[in-house]
């Protein structure tokens, strides 16, 4: 990937993680439309990514992100795009992370969790302390 294209890709996952910080943070300010946030957030981050989008992000080479054989059809899904994106940068994920701690109790939340960080501990070696850093 040229450097311009892992520019734009960085860029338009830095985006993509604002806006879920966004919607977290939306959340844990309205507690009476708490649920329908974080189930739109969910839905939001189980979509399947658009043919735009993937040329953003893999910028034009497929196994960048995760191997074929892990996604079912070449389909990718936002979570599994971001799921990398924070094994290969945790400490882009730990405003979210922090925010999800603090919903945990809400549906969803954890639900939300699990696709965003289902990566952590499956690189560096199969280290599990990888990213526990971030719990710190």
């Not at 957030?41 to 040329?55: G, H, M, P, S, T």
């Not at 690189?123 to 990888?130: K, L, V």
């Amino acid at each position: 990937m040229s450097q311009a294209s892992t520019a734009r890709s960085a860029a338009y996952l830095a985006a993509l993680t604002q806006e879920i910080e966004k919607k977290l943070q939306r959340a844990l300010a309205s507690q009476s439309q708490r649920r329908n946030l974080l189930e739109q957030l969910f839905a939001d981050i189980a979509l399947e990514v658009d043919d735009r989008a993937r040329d953003i992000i893999l910028g034009g080479e497929e196994d960048v992100i995760s191997p074929a054989e892990e996604r079912s059809e070449n389909k990718l899904c936002f979570y599994d795009v971001l799921a990398d994106h924070y094994v290969r940068v945790p400490e882009n994920g730990k405003s979210i992370l922090d925010l999800i701690v603090q919903l945990w109790s809400q549906s969803f939340a954890s639900h939300i969790f699990a696709l965003l960080f289902h990566k952590w501990g499956q690189y560096d070696g199969g280290n599990p302390n990888h990213n526990l850093a971030l719990f710190g």
